[in-house]
């Protein structure tokens, strides 16, 4: 896509998220959860990049009725990369307040077939080494990461605070992004 092309795109897509952002952890809203996956193989760490916020993210998204949070991540990862997976083990949950607040569940994943390939949800799809991650990584996908790598057999419980700190750094990235391009780590 066009660099001015991706930098009219900004406005409409900082509206919806900050609507999201405000509004989503309000009292009587239901709680939104969702299921990510650190898919590591011998190329390195799986990421995908957004369509509406421009960084590197892990594969994922909200679980249908009644799926559980296994089959949720397989799915999502097949939808957004064209990959199976299998779940190695369950990471941990993120229990995020403020903006955007939500409860991340992270699995760890392997491959166990199908073709890389991006999608309407996720325009790019990279490999990236694990000990030089992009600099376009959003930042609250850091610390999942580095609990998804270390050796550990018990999962972790982490409450973070998603702030201006946060949304600044997102928007950085995203400014970042859209000028340079999805090539842009």
Same mark, same amino acid.
Request: hydrophobic share 45%; glycine share 10%.
């Given at each position: 896509?066009?660099?001015?092309?991706?930098?009219?795109?900004?406005?409409?897509?900082?509206?919806?998220?900050?609507?999201?952002?405000?509004?989503?952890?309000?009292?009587?809203?239901?709680?939104?959860?969702?299921?990510?996956?650190?898919?590591?193989?011998?190329?390195?760490?799986?990421?995908?990049?957004?369509?509406? /916020?421009?960084? =590197?993210?892990?594969?994922?998204? !909200?679980?249908?009725?009644?799926?559980?949070? $296994?089959?949720?991540? &397989?799915? %999502?990862?097949?939808?957004?990369?064209?990959?199976?997976?299998?779940?190695?083990?369950?990471?941990?949950?993120?229990?995020?307040?403020?903006?955007?607040?939500?409860?991340?569940?992270?699995?760890?994943?392997?491959?166990?077939?199908?073709?890389?390939?991006?999608?309407?949800?996720?325009?790019?799809?990279?490999?990236?080494?694990?000990?030089?991650?992009?600099?376009? /990584?959003?930042? =609250?996908?850091?610390?999942?990461? !580095?609990?998804?790598?270390?050796?550990?057999? $018990?999962?972790?419980? &982490?409450? %973070?605070?998603?702030?201006?700190?946060?949304?600044?750094?997102?928007?950085?990235?995203?400014?970042?992004?859209?000028?340079?391009?999805?090539?842009?780590?």
């Amino acid at each position: 896509m066009h660099r001015l092309a991706r930098l009219l795109m900004l406005l409409p897509a900082w509206g919806q998220l900050a609507w999201w952002g405000i509004f989503s952890g309000r009292r009587g809203a239901a709680e939104r959860v969702v299921h990510q996956a650190a898919i590591v193989a011998e190329p390195g760490v799986l990421l995908t990049l957004r369509p509406d /916020l421009y960084g =590197w993210e892990l594969p994922g998204g !909200a679980p249908l009725p009644g799926e559980s949070g $296994e089959d949720a991540v &397989r799915r %999502e990862v097949l939808e957004e990369t064209g990959l199976d997976v299998a779940v190695e083990r369950f990471v941990g949950e993120y229990h995020r307040t403020g903006f955007g607040a939500h409860r991340a569940r992270v699995y760890r994943c392997r491959v166990v077939g199908g073709a890389l390939r991006t999608s309407d949800e996720t325009p790019a799809v990279a490999w990236f080494d694990p000990v030089a991650l992009p600099h376009t /990584l959003l930042p =609250w996908y850091r610390g999942p990461l !580095a609990d998804a790598l270390a050796p550990r057999s $018990e999962p972790v419980e &982490r409450h %973070e605070r998603q702030g201006v700190r946060s949304i600044v750094s997102g928007m950085v990235i995203d400014l970042v992004m859209r000028w340079r391009g999805p090539e842009a780590r």
